[in-house]
C-alpha cells in the first residue's frame, strides 16, 4: 500500500475515532509481549494505569445502588470516601515498605492513589453505608424514587 493510500485510509478513519482509539490501538503490545510484562506489572491497575486502579463494580439492585471496590492489601484506616455532586472519590495509600528489611525483588508499589467514579443516580440523603471486609470495600446508598414524567399536551397552532 502506497503512503497516501495509508494517509487517506487515516483520514477517512479518525472522522469515525477519537485520536486517543488510534494511541490505543498502536501502542497495544503483541500476545507474547504482554505474557512477559505479567512479571512486571504493578499495582497502578489491569492495564498499568493509575485511573483504573482500584477496580469495581456497580450496579443496581431494586433501589439500591452498590459498589464494590477491590482493595487488597490496603489497611481501612488507609483508605478515604468523599461526594461531590455525583461523583465518588476514593483515596488512599498502599504501604509495602516495611522498615529493617532488605528487599531482593519490591514490584508492589507504595504510594497514594485516587479513584472517582461517576454515579448513575444521585443518592438519597443519609444512606451511604459502607463496609471492609476481605479486601474489599462495598458501599450501598438508596436513590431517591424517580419521579414520573409529566404530560405535556400539544395544543394545535392558530392558523391564519
Same mark, same amino acid.
Given at each position: 500500500?502506497?503512503?497516501? /493510500?495509508?494517509?487517506?485510509?487515516?483520514?477517512?478513519?479518525?472522522?469515525?475515532?477519537?485520536?486517543?482509539?488510534? *494511541?490505543? $490501538?498502536?501502542?497495544?503490545?503483541?500476545?507474547?509481549?504482554?505474557?512477559?510484562?505479567? *512479571?512486571?506489572?504493578?499495582?497502578?491497575?489491569?492495564?498499568?494505569?493509575?485511573?483504573?486502579?482500584?477496580?469495581?463494580?456497580?450496579?443496581?439492585?431494586?433501589? $439500591?445502588?452498590?459498589?464494590?471496590?477491590?482493595?487488597?492489601?490496603?489497611?481501612?484506616?488507609?483508605?478515604?470516601?468523599?461526594?461531590?455532586?455525583?461523583?465518588?472519590?476514593?483515596?488512599?495509600?498502599?504501604?509495602?515498605?516495611?522498615?529493617?528489611?532488605?528487599?531482593? $525483588? /519490591?514490584?508492589? *508499589?507504595?504510594?497514594?492513589?485516587?479513584?472517582?467514579?461517576?454515579?448513575?443516580?444521585?443518592?438519597?440523603?443519609?444512606?451511604?453505608?459502607?463496609?471492609?471486609?476481605?479486601?474489599?470495600?462495598?458501599?450501598?446508598?438508596?436513590?431517591?424514587?424517580?419521579?414520573?414524567?409529566? /404530560?405535556?399536551?400539544?395544543?394545535?397552532?392558530?392558523? *391564519?
Amino acid at each position: 500500500m502506497d503512503m497516501d /493510500k495509508i494517509k487517506q485510509w487515516i483520514e477517512i478513519s479518525q472522522s469515525y475515532q477519537s485520536e486517543q482509539f488510534w *494511541k490505543q $490501538v498502536f501502542s497495544q503490545k503483541t500476545a507474547a509481549e504482554n505474557t512477559s510484562a505479567d *512479571k512486571s506489572r504493578t499495582m497502578d491497575g489491569p492495564l498499568n494505569t493509575e485511573s483504573e486502579w482500584p477496580i469495581y463494580d456497580l450496579f443496581l439492585f431494586g433501589e $439500591v445502588m452498590t459498589i464494590t471496590i477491590e482493595l487488597a492489601g490496603i489497611h481501612r484506616e488507609d483508605i478515604e470516601l468523599s461526594l461531590k455532586d455525583d461523583i465518588l472519590a476514593i483515596r488512599g495509600r498502599i504501604r509495602s515498605i516495611q522498615e529493617k528489611i532488605h528487599y531482593y $525483588v /519490591k514490584e508492589r *508499589k507504595h504510594q497514594q492513589f485516587e479513584r472517582l467514579i461517576k454515579l448513575p443516580y444521585l443518592p438519597e440523603r443519609n444512606t451511604f453505608q459502607s463496609a471492609f471486609q476481605n479486601g474489599l470495600l462495598t458501599i450501598t446508598y438508596k436513590i431517591p424514587p424517580q419521579e414520573e414524567p409529566v /404530560k405535556i399536551d400539544i395544543q394545535p397552532a392558530n392558523e *391564519k
